[in-house]
């Protein structure tokens, strides 16, 4: 285990931020009979893309090329620096802020969790004081790049803290690491990791489902995005 995870001293829990879902709306009027089919069409589209939008993957069946412009990737440059200065998978990163924020810098929790990967102001403040953090002051968290250091930095602690089990990195990313200790505990015969079902928390066990279904689609629709 490297020297990032002997120090198991980690920040509080990180919560996810859930947006609220949108009412469509639009104006009712006097259509033709030809405008039916055209309309109907439309509708379908926009309905595909709204449930995209909210995290719901669409069909198997769809097409790839139809797929990643539904499922596209922002950040990309700084997804790929953070992940390789951590260690870990870009792929992993690009998911948990999919999962997290939905690409929006800006964002903050209700609990106070801020940016792309919702990082806790006490969690950047913990980063920025281990030796070794080799970013500078965490005092931006709605910055991009540097969200997306810290919340990278974190992430490949946690999988070095569970020795390479990734649902419990990602468990303890939303719940926090001495509560997945706990779970892993009751799971009993010295388990080193979590199933679905060892995951109390209906909210952890759906963002680490939700995170593994995407990194799986990123793959998949963007096979090429992280090359370097």
Same mark, same amino acid.
């Given at each position: 285990m490297s020297s990032r995870a002997r120090d198991t001293r980690g920040p509080g829990r990180l919560r996810t931020f859930e947006r609220p879902g949108r009412r469509p709306t639009g104006r009712t009027g006097r259509r033709s009979s030809a405008a039916g089919p055209r309309l109907a069409a439309i509708l379908l589209l926009l309905a595909v893309v709204l449930v995209s939008g909210t995290g719901v993957l669409v069909s198997g069946d769809t097409p790839p090329s139809i797929q990643s412009r539904l499922n596209p990737l922002h950040y990309e440059s700084e997804i790929t620096q953070a992940a390789a200065r951590n260690g870990i998978d870009p792929y992993l990163v690009a998911a948990v802020v999919r999962a997290e924020s939905g690409y929006d810098s800006d964002v903050v929790s209700s609990a106070g969790a801020?940016?792309?990967?919702? %990082?806790?102001?006490?969690?950047?403040?913990?980063?920025? @004081?281990?030796? &070794?953090? @080799?970013?500078?002051?965490?005092? &931006?968290?709605? &910055? +991009?790049?540097?969200n997306l250091e810290l919340g990278a930095f974190y992430l490949a602690f946690l999988i070095d803290l569970f020795e390479g089990d990734m649902r419990s990195a990602l468990a303890a990313y939303n719940a926090g690491q001495g509560t997945v200790a706990t779970w892993?505990?009751? !799971?009993?015969?010295?388990?080193?990791?979590?199933?679905?079902?060892? %995951?109390? *928390? +209906?909210?952890?066990?759906? *963002?680490?489902?939700?995170?593994?279904? *995407?990194? !799986?689609?990123?793959?998949e629709v963007h096979p090429n995005a992280f090359l370097t």
């Open positions: 801020v940016g792309l990967m919702q %990082i806790m102001p006490s969690t950047a403040e913990w980063i920025a @004081q281990r030796e &070794d953090w @080799q970013g500078g002051p965490a005092d &931006d968290l709605t &910055d +991009p790049a540097l892993l505990e009751r !799971a009993g015969d010295d388990r080193l990791s979590l199933d679905s079902a060892d %995951i109390p *928390f +209906p909210e952890t066990r759906g *963002f680490v489902e939700r995170v593994e279904r *995407f990194r !799986a689609l990123y793959r």
